[in-house]
């Protein structure tokens, strides 16, 4: 079996490495001191690190990490792999080429499972650059590897007639991925509690500044708890709208 790049790779690859040389290695150490910094509610990116993105956004090094072409390169799995080899040699350069967890895994998600209008509102912004989201899934009183023991659970009010529904989310969320600085969460939670482990579950994308999303502290990790971090989250009755389900429920 043949595990050379192919050509576009291999021109790609070249292309990243001349960038990370020039643009990216010189300013390692003041953008991971920026991110602590400077990153907070309502800023996403520090000042220095938006200027990488500009610029390799405006090569055509971006969302390097989506398959359908609609959104980028359209690289397989396989051949972006070998672009991480070479990106993975700097903690930034995932962010400086907009190929950074929990956000690709975040967009896929939205990609293949939302609807026009989650799109329109969420996946498109994260795909230009113009804001991070996070990932909530983890508790504290159970393991983040496996989701069948979820307490954090989601209810449906259908109660306000006219308005739509609303989901009304309770429980205690651990290493919330990216929250500081993000717009959106993901949130997995318990929507049918009678159903069988595997599918009690759902995701639902819940705004930051929701009523009732209640941040209370980056948890450290090796000792650091700076830049957008991972962090304690409590959902005190927190209010999104019905329409805010990703994929089935």
């Known amino acids: 079996m043949d595990f050379s790049p192919s050509d576009r790779v291999a021109e790609l690859r070249e292309r990243i490495r001349g960038f990370m040389d020039e643009h990216v290695y010189p300013v390692e150490a003041e953008v991971m001191e920026a991110l602590d910094e400077e990153v907070g509610p309502g800023v ?27 959104y980028g390169p359209g690289l397989t799995n396989w051949e972006y792999g070998m672009l991480c080899e070479d990106m993975g040699r ?44 996070c990932f909530s899934m983890t508790e504290p009183a159970t393991s983040g590897s496996d989701p069948t023991g979820l307490r954090a ?64 502290r980056p948890v450290p990790v090796m000792g650091h708890d700076g830049g957008p971090g991972h962090w304690e989250v409590r959902y005190e009755g927190c209010r999104v709208p019905e329409a805010n389900l990703l994929g089935p429920r």
């Not at 080429?97 to 609807?115: K, M, R, V």
């Not at 007639?161 to 989310?169: A, F, K, R």
């Not at 651990?174 to 995701?203: C, E, Q, Y």
Request: aromatic letters at 8%; hydrophobic letters at 40%; proline letters at 9%.
């Open 44 to 70: 996403a990116y520090p000042q220095v690190l938006i200027g990488l993105r500009e610029r390799a956004k405006a090569e055509g090094l971006w969302n390097l990490f989506l398959p359908d072409e609609a």
């Open 90 to 133: 700097s903690p930034i350069a995932p962010l400086v080429f907009n190929c950074s967890a929990p956000d690709t895994g975040n967009a896929e998600i939205l990609a293949e499972y939302g609807t026009e209008e989650q799109r329109d509102e969420w996946l498109t912004p994260l795909l230009d650059g113009d804001i991070r989201s």
């Open 153 to 216: 659970r989601a209810d449906l009010d259908d109660t306000q007639s006219g308005t739509g529904g609303e989901w009304v989310i309770d429980g205690h969320k651990w290493f919330t991925s990216g929250l500081n600085g993000a717009s959106v969460a993901i949130a997995m939670v318990v929507t049918d509690p009678d159903a069988p482990p595997h599918k009690r579950a759902s995701m639902i994308l819940v705004p930051v500044d929701a009523p009732g999303f209640e941040p209370v």
